[in-house]
Structure formats: structure tokens, C-alpha cells
T-cell receptor, first 114, second 109 residues
């Protein structure tokens, strides 16, 4: 158990819909990262938050957004869903975003778009 | 821009044989490298990081800056080592991870 909790584990929805994925980081971790794992793109960094503030953006679509709340949990919002958004979405946390801090991953949310 | 290359998509070895999973990187700064393992598309688990120079589950990895490599090695493979292995580079102000495409290791009985 990494200590990072993601809900829900599975999500099935239709094109055009909107979903929210939730992540609770390990106790004491201030930094939260979101990654997408798909068969064609592999593992890609989406976005990072540190202590409530957005710090870095990767290959995140404009239809996607995220935030980190005062209690440090984070939510990833995906809207106007397309078939290609079907993927495994991972959240990871680390103590800070300093050098050599390992990221610990949650079990992921498997999103299926029908 | 940073890049991580894992040239082998699939690797099969027999139980007890040595195994080496290759990882090469491209990065202009001082690299921070990690190996993660994923069993059956579940959670990514940290296996090794180059800074700690430790051995986990019999695996070791040495950073070779001259060859820009961080190959993962184990002298005697076990069936339970069968999994997907990802090499990752930490970079940027947020230290986000750039992953290689992964190598699926199968250890045959």
C-alpha cells in the first residue's frame, strides 16, 4: 500500500460527459502529480500541484483541469469526453517537489468511454 | 528536451538466468533516474532510484553518465519478476517524471 488513495477505481461513461477523479496523497506529502497511461501514448505527465498551487503542466488537454484543496487532496476534471480519453489515470505524491524525492503512486482510476 | 528510451518492448528469460533491462536517457542537466515496476497494469511501484544505490528484490542499476544509461540488472531472474518495468527521468522545476515506453519482462519456468 503506497498510502495514495484514488477514487473511483473504475469509471464508465459516454462521450461528451464530464467526470471527476479524486486523489488523496500520502500523509505529509504536499506535492501531487497526475499521469495518464494509455495504450498508444504510454505514461504521460499531465499536471502537478504543490501545497494548493499549480506548479507545472505537461500534456494536458484544455478540456482537462485540476485543483488541489486546502486538505491537500486533488481532483482531476475531464470534460467533453472523447473515446480517446479512455485510459488509466494515476495520481502520485511526494513530500515536496525537490530533487530526488520519489513519487509514490496510487492504484489509478480506469476510465472507459463508450 | 528530456527523453527516455527503453529499446526492448518484450524480454523473455528463463528462471535463474541473468536479466538486463536497458534504459537510455537524453537530458541536458544532471539526471535523476528511477525504475518503477507495474504488475498487471496495477499501481506503479518504485523499485530503484539511482541516488540510493541500493538493491531491491535483487535488482541493481548503475547510472553511466558517459553512455547516458541506467540499465536494470538482476543476476538470477525469478518467475515473480514477470512484470512491466519503466525507466523514468525526473526533471523540470516540478520534478515531473518522463517515462520510457516500458519493457514487459517474462520469466519462463
Amino acid at each position: 500500500d503506497s498510502g495514495v488513495t484514488q477514487t473511483p477505481k473504475h469509471l464508465i461513461t459516454a462521450t461528451g460527459q464530464r467526470v471527476t477523479l479524486r486523489c488523496s496523497p500520502r500523509s505529509g506529502d504536499l506535492s501531487v502529480y497526475w499521469y495518464q497511461q494509455s495504450l498508444d501514448q504510454g505514461l504521460q505527465f499531465l499536471i502537478q500541484y504543490y501545497n494548493g498551487e499549480e506548479r507545472a503542466k505537461g500534456n494536458i488537454l484544455e478540456r482537462f483541469s485540476a485543483q488541489q484543496f486546502p486538505d491537500l487532496h486533488s481532483e482531476l476534471n475531464l470534460s467533453s469526453l472523447e473515446l480517446g480519453d479512455s485510459a488509466l489515470y494515476f495520481c502520485a505524491s511526494s513530500v515536496t517537489s525537490a530533487s530526488n524525492q520519489p513519487q509514490h503512486f496510487g492504484d489509478g482510476t480506469r476510465l472507459s468511454i463508450l | 528536451a528530456q527523453r527516455v528510451t527503453q529499446p526492448e518492448k518484450l524480454l523473455s528469460v528463463f528462471k535463474g538466468a541473468p536479466v538486463e533491462l536497458k534504459c537510455n536517457y537524453s537530458y541536458s542537466g544532471s539526471p535523476e533516474l528511477f525504475w518503477y515496476v507495474q504488475y498487471s497494469r496495477q499501481r506503479l511501484q518504485l523499485l530503484l532510484r539511482h541516488i540510493s544505490r541500493e538493491s531491491i528484490k535483487g535488482f541493481t542499476a548503475d547510472l553511466n553518465k558517459g553512455e547516458t544509461s541506467f540499465h536494470l540488472k538482476k543476476p538470477f531472474a525469478q518467475e515473480e519478476d514477470s512484470a512491466m518495468y519503466y525507466c523514468a527521468l525526473s526533471s523540470g522545476s516540478a520534478r515531473q517524471l518522463t517515462f520510457g515506453s516500458g519493457t514487459q519482462l517474462t520469466v519462463l519456468p
